[in-house]
Nanobody
Framework: QLQLVESGGGLVQPGGSLRLSCVASGFTLDRYGISWFRQAPGKEREGVAYIRSSDGNTYYADSAKGRFSISRDNAKNTVYLQMNALRPEDTAVYYC????????????????????WGQGTQVTVSS
């Protein structure tokens, strides 16, 4: 059974940091492109960061550039999202998603491009 499980969310003050983890079971993560998405109440799900399986290159939404970093630990079958300088507008449920398309690029931020999803982890940025 293919499964993604996120963890690491929580309540943090503005300017703080969190590291989210996405652990895969039932498949090898490094063969899949992995993205982090987020969805705030009343808003559409948006792509935040992506690591491509074909070459390991990373891509970010403008809102995440310079603050967020996506990385992969193949030995642990885990993808991370390091989030620094958090802002109240980063508050959302964060999801990891996996795509079988090894060279996915231009539509990496589109939810329908992904085959597997985790259940999400809540991130709240508030003082």
């Amino acid at each position: 059974q293919l499964q993604l499980v996120e963890s690491g969310g929580g309540l943090v003050q503005p300017g703080g940091s969190l590291r989210l983890s996405c652990v895969a079971s039932g498949f090898t993560l490094d063969r899949y492109g992995i993205s982090w998405f987020r969805q705030a109440p009343g808003k559409e799900r948006e792509g935040v960061a992506y690591i491509r399986s074909s070459d390991g290159n990373t891509y970010y939404a403008d809102s995440a550039k310079g603050r967020f970093s996506i990385s992969r630990d193949n030995a642990k079958n885990t993808v991370y999202l390091q989030m620094n300088a958090l802002r109240p507008e980063d508050t959302a449920v964060y999801y990891c998603a996996a795509t079988e398309r090894a060279r996915l690029l231009f539509v990496w931020h589109v939810p329908s491009a992904y085959d597997y999803w985790g259940q999400g982890t809540q991130v709240t940025v508030s003082s």
